[in-house]
T-cell receptor, first 112, second 112 residues
């Protein structure tokens, strides 16, 4: 197991386009988290899955954002009708217990 | 709602000097996490502090936790240039999802 994998590493998109990111967690981890980090800020919680169930969504996650984790394995985060304010690093983390996140390398989104 | 504050936000120090970064959090929590982030990179776990009075050391970094004061410190001893990075502390939300709430980060620059 090589840790948490995120794809793509970088994404440049035009405003108004849809984008989808993928996260492959550590295989035995049942908890999966998405965070967003803008320049100069700490990561902000977006959403949480336990297995395939999405148990919490931040108010930061507008209607344009949707996340899935089919079969409790990989997860996708889709942003529809992207805006310049969506430009950020999107981080995925997984955990098997109440402590010990492992973060992926992140997907850097630039909306032009 | 859990809030995490760090200070200072920026720290410029000479090599060989000592300094401490402070992390305060607003609600009861029995654990605290420290991460390092290099520019454009994801987060690297430094310390997991799991109980009141916990102290952990790795190289020139030492972290401690006082759950009664809701305070954690990251002490840097005899700083070297390689320690230049942004350091984040995070507490965890014990309401059910165990999501981490991050501080705003301390950007450390060690001058040769």
């Amino acid at each position: 197991d090589t840790g948490v994998s995120q794809n793509p590493r970088h994404k440049i998109t035009k405003r108004g386009q849809n984008v989808t990111f993928r996260c492959d967690p550590i295989s035995e981890h049942n908890r999966l988290y998405w965070y967003r980090q803008t320049l100069g800020q700490g990561p902000e919680f977006l959403t949480y899955f336990q297995n395939e169930a999405q148990l919490e969504k931040s108010r930061l996650l507008s209607d344009r954002f949707s996340a899935e984790r089919p079969k409790g394995s990989f997860s996708t985060l889709e942003i529809q009708r992207t805006e310049q304010g969506d430009s950020a690093m999107y981080l995925c983390a997984s955990s098997s217990q109440e402590y010990g996140y492992t973060f992926g390398s992140g997907t850097r989104l630039t909306v032009v | 709602e859990l809030k995490v504050e760090q200070n200072p936000l920026f720290l410029s120090m000479q090599e060989g000097k000592n300094y401490t970064i402070y992390c305060n959090y607003s609600t009861t929590s029995d654990r605290l996490y420290w991460y390092r982030q290099d520019p454009g990179k994801s987060l690297e776990s430094l310390f997991v502090l799991l109980s009141n009075g916990a102290v952990k050391q790795e190289g020139r970094l030492m972290a401690s936790l006082d759950t009664k004061a809701r305070l954690s410190t990251l002490h840097i001893t005899a700083a070297v240039h390689d320690l230049s990075a942004t350091y984040f502390c995070a507490s965890w939300d014990t309401s059910g999802t165990y999501k981490y709430i991050f501080g705003t980060g301390t950007r450390l620059k060690v001058l040769a």
